[in-house]
């Protein structure tokens, strides 16, 4: 390797490890309006990937990046003292600290609610830790639809935790609101995914003044009945999925398996909207192997050039 690429790799590792200790003694800013917060950007098994030998995940097992926590959005409104968690992730105890430091005295130690979309382990599995064996919570609302509120009270060891009453299961309905407080509902919507145990849901989460989309996992836009670019109108912020780049990172598995909207396919589906609602747009959902991970590849920088964001840890929007 020439010099200058010893003197580029080694700025590279100097600045991730820069990063990590940040995100280690991060101290979260508490907020003092209704906000929500980044939590987890990641697909559900994470990074490094269980049983990953590509270079994505190699330095990653010696050397954890903080940064990288599966999917979850946090709500916080210090006005009226609540917080609420979307998705219950294996990643859910360190989620749940952060959430209780973004709302300081104003919220619980645990949430008011969680939000499920669906029966994936990134989505769910993070419930595991309010059993007996864990946290022991007492009564945490958990809102899920009537698929996935079946398969949480008739399967083990799910079914544990609603018959100790260590969650409460509310039941969703497509497409009414539930609300939360004075100036928060909250909306579920269908959408077309694998639906083994579950139906799949995303959220239309309204606060006092602004609106989010949160689809972490859909198939493809056009087999879903509405239309992406109409819901994004919609609202004033947009987290959708964004599992994989391109069809380059899954060359070892059939995609009829796993399909998700490539990012340079929903590029080219925004391509023709206004900057202000390409603004809108976080990618969010990224696969270990997804290039846009790292904010110095090609990829990342092409998203960004096309107008749009990719989600980072711990953000912070206000509503």
């Known amino acids: 390797m020439r010099l200058e690429g010893i003197i580029i790799v080694a700025m590279l590792l100097c600045s991730c490890r820069q990063k990590e200790q940040e995100l280690s ?3 979260p800013t508490p907020v003092k309006e209704t906000s929500l917060v980044i939590l987890g950007t990641l697909q559900d098994g994470g990074s490094p990937h269980i049983g990953c030998t590509k270079e994505c995940c190699k330095d990653l097992f010696q050397n954890p990046d903080q940064s990288r926590k599966v999917v979850s959005l946090g ?7 609540t917080s609420y968690l979307f998705e219950a992730t294996p990643d859910i105890s360190i989620q749940m600290k952060i959430l209780k430091q973004f709302g300081a005295n104003e919220v619980k130690e645990t ?28 009564g945490i609302t958990v809102y899920a639809m009537p698929c996935m509120k079946k398969f949480l009270e008739e399967n083990g060891p799910w079914s544990q935790l609603v018959s100790t009453e260590n969650i409460l299961v509310k039941e969703l309905v497509a497409g009414k609101s539930e609300r939360l407080t004075s100036t928060i509902t909250v909306t579920p919507f269908m959408v077309p995914h694998r639906d083994e145990y579950s139906e799949t849901v995303g959220y239309v989460i309204q606060g006092p003044t602004k609106r989010a989309l949160f689809i972490p996992d859909i198939d493809k836009w056009e087999k879903w009945e509405r239309n992406i670019v109409d819901e994004i109108n919609n609202v004033d912020y947009a987290f959708i999925d964004a599992t994989f780049f391109d069809a380059v990172e899954i060359n070892n598995r059939d995609i009829r398996e796993i399909p998700h909207p ?9 391509a023709d909207l206004p900057a202000t609602e390409k603004k809108k747009i976080y990618f969010i959902h990224l696969n270990h192997s997804n290039p846009i991970l790292n904010p110095e590849s090609k990829q990342a920088k092409l998203v ?7 989600a980072q840890i711990y953000d912070v929007f206000k509503m």
């Open 25 to 27: 003694a991060f101290k």
């Open 75 to 81: 709500l916080i409104d210090p006005q009226n003292k």
């Open 111 to 138: 949430p008011d609610g969680i939000f499920v979309t669906h029966a994936h382990i990134g989505h769910y599995s993070g419930l595991m830790y309010l059993g007996k064996e864990a946290m022991n919570t007492k």
């Open 262 to 270: 490539f990012i340079i396919e929903s590029m080219k589906l925004f």
């Open 304 to 310: 960004s050039e096309n107008g749009f964001n990719i």
